[in-house]
């Protein structure tokens, strides 16, 4: 595996498909703690997989609460 741009994109979208198919957890199939290719697979799934749930966080927040004030 090449640790670049695309391959971080590729996992990305792996994450967000995860979290698009229900589910409710960040359970990487990456190992957080393995060798580097590991690692690297690990960081991008994950902020694949929280992007999206970021998103659909924003789109269930209600029309007219408050940024907290």
Do not use: C, I, V
Not at 5 to 27: I, Y
Not at 43 to 59: F, I, K, L, P, V
């Amino acid at each position: 595996m090449q640790l670049n741009r695309q391959t971080a994109l590729a996992l990305q979208q792996e994450g967000k498909a995860a979290f698009e198919k229900g589910d409710p957890r960040n359970s990487s199939p990456y190992d957080q703690h393995g060798n580097a290719e590991q690692q690297f697979g690990n960081r991008y799934w994950a902020r694949g997989w929280s992007m999206a749930r970021s998103a659909a966080e924003d789109t269930q927040a209600p029309e007219g609460a408050s940024a907290g004030r």
